[in-house]
Structure formats: structure tokens, C-alpha cells
């Protein structure tokens, strides 16, 4: 997903103007980064990367930073601006629309979903792409963090989330950040609005092969569907077709491991890693935990 520095029609970008205005509100207050960072306490360093441009930043330090130059809510809105222009523009539609979405449906293939991923694992997964630079990577990070609180803050959204197995069999090069990993899956099935579940592969053929699938439904009573594949990404709209997705994933919800038997089968993935005596594989474990689900 390439970021943007300025528009198709050569107007400067929102993330340009962001970082052009922290150095100019700055360069007004007469302050010095040290002095700035120490009314922020961040770091002046990761400061000057955001008057430069090398850092997007995050909710957080936007925040405090209207607060000591005393704009209002000005730069956290050039920020959320400079979010939207990171992603392509299906994924900017979809972005504007979750925002009202109050559930959420998802079904991942192959990583575990944005909304549930530690920073760690942002890192591993985001530094595998070798086209990104740094700064884009780091802006990804940023941005998939602030996400995470349409489930995790403040009148979260009811979430449920079904994980391949391969997701499962597909664990992080440090062992220390999967575990992480596990064990923020494993708490996060604990909050009230949040349900995961394994679909195993015991479930066999299924019509979201190679596929992840989100499904929203809106405050206004709308449901939509986006898709993601390999490097493409379709979002759906026409009520027949988003029944079809819905159809679709109901099929699976009902092959995959009750949310129980889910949180069950990642302990024991947790335990299993953390005792380092077999690799975090246990599929004859999933198949066996798949033929004992109570009726729903």
C-alpha cells in the first residue's frame, strides 16, 4: 500500500502540511525541541522526525501537542487526514465507514487481524515488506494502533473474529513476540464485545479460500464487505452480495471451534511455546477439540 506525499493534482499532502505546521507552530512559540519535549514528555528526537516528516506520530502526541500550542483539536485532524492518505482508495472508503460501524465480522486466512495485533508483531509482519521505507512502515504502525480502538476503547464495537488455523501455524521469527502475541489474543477474547474462534482445518473447503473477509454493519442499519487477497482488495456494497459474504461466513462460524474451545486450544498453543518442547503446531489437537463442540 504505497503512501502518498502529494496528491494526484500536485497539491501538497495532508501529511506534508501536518509536518510543515508542527515546525512552524514551534518555530512561533520560540521554543527549542528539548523545551517542547519536556511540556510533551516525548522524546525531542521523535519530535523533530514529526516536524520532518520521518514520523506520522499517533493520536496521543497530536493531541498534546494542540494542547501546548493551544490549537484546538487542529493538528489531531491534519493527522487523521494524513492517515486516510496512506491507504489505497477502496481502503479509504472502508476506513470512513467502519467509523460508523457499530459490529464487526471478520475472517482472517493467513496473520492475525490488525485490530488484534501487538506493536511487536506490527513490526515483524510490516518489516517483511521490503518496498516500504521506514517512514511508511512507521505510519502504517501508527495508524493500525489509533484503529484498534474501535474495539478495545470507549463504546467499542461488538467484534467477532474467526482465525484460520494456518494463522495459527504462522508464527512470528522471535519467540518472545509470539508469545506476546498469544497471550493479547487470549485476553482480548475476554472482553464482553470481543468473540474469537479457530477454524480448523478439519473444517476442509470453504468459500473464503485465500481470503480474509470483514463485515460491517452500520448505524444506519447498512451492511457492507470487503475482501483482501493477494495484493487486491475489493469492497462491496450491494446488499444481495454482502448476504451471499454473510451466508458465506455464518458456514464457517458454524466448522469453527466454539469461542470456549478457542481460548482453550491458544493456551495450550501458549503453554506448548513457552515450554519449547514441540513447535506451536498441535492441527491433531484442533481436529480433536473440533469433534468434541457442544451444541450451539
Request: aromatic residues 6%; hydrophobic residues 35%.
Amino acid at each position: 500500500m504505497p503512501a502518498h506525499t502529494s496528491t494526484t493534482a500536485g497539491r501538497a499532502s495532508a501529511t506534508r502540511v501536518l509536518a510543515t505546521e508542527l515546525a512552524r507552530l514551534r518555530s512561533a512559540s520560540g521554543q527549542s525541541l528539548a523545551e517542547l519535549a519536556d511540556q510533551t514528555t516525548y522524546d525531542r528526537a521523535y519530535l523533530h522526525k514529526l516536524e520532518t516528516g520521518k514520523s506520522s506520530g499517533s493520536p496521543e502526541v497530536l493531541a498534546s501537542l494542540d494542547s501546548v500550542y493551544g490549537t484546538g483539536e487542529l493538528l489531531q485532524s491534519l493527522w487523521e487526514l494524513a492517515r486516510e492518505e496512506a491507504y489505497p482508495d477502496k481502503y479509504k472508503r472502508f476506513m470512513e465507514r467502519e467509523r460508523h460501524a457499530t459490529s464487526r465480522q471478520q475472517y482472517s486466512f493467513s496473520t492475525v487481524p490488525g485490530l488484534l495485533q501487538t506493536k511487536d508483531y506490527m513490526q515483524e509482519l510490516m518489516a517483511v515488506h521490503l518496498t516500504n521505507t521506514e517512514e511508511q512502515r512507521s505510519r502504517y504502525i501508527a495508524v493500525r494502533l489509533a484503529r484498534q480502538a474501535m474495539v478495545r476503547g470507549e463504546n467499542p464495537q461488538y467484534y467477532r473474529v474467526i482465525l484460520d488455523e494456518s494463522v495459527l501455524h504462522r508464527a512470528t521469527r522471535d519467540k518472545q513476540v509470539w508469545q506476546e502475541q498469544l497471550a493479547y489474543l487470549i485476553e482480548a477474547a475476554g472482553a464482553r464485545n470481543i468473540q474469537i474462534q479457530v477454524l480448523p482445518f478439519s473444517a476442509g473447503l470453504h468459500g473464503l479460500l485465500g481470503e480474509s473477509l470483514t463485515l460491517l454493519r452500520l448505524d444506519t442499519g447498512k451492511s457492507l464487505a470487503y475482501l483482501e487477497g493477494n495484493r487486491t482488495v475489493n469492497l462491496v456494497e450491494q446488499p444481495a452480495r454482502v448476504e451471499q459474504f454473510q451466508l458465506t461466513y455464518d458456514l464457517m462460524r458454524d466448522s469453527a471451534l466454539s469461542p470456549g474451545e478457542s481460548v482453550r486450544f491458544l493456551n495450550e498453543l501458549l503453554e506448548t511455546t513457552r515450554n519449547a518442547c514441540s513447535p506451536p503446531h498441535s492441527a491433531g489437537r484442533v481436529a480433536e477439540l473440533a469433534q468434541v463442540q457442544p451444541q450451539r
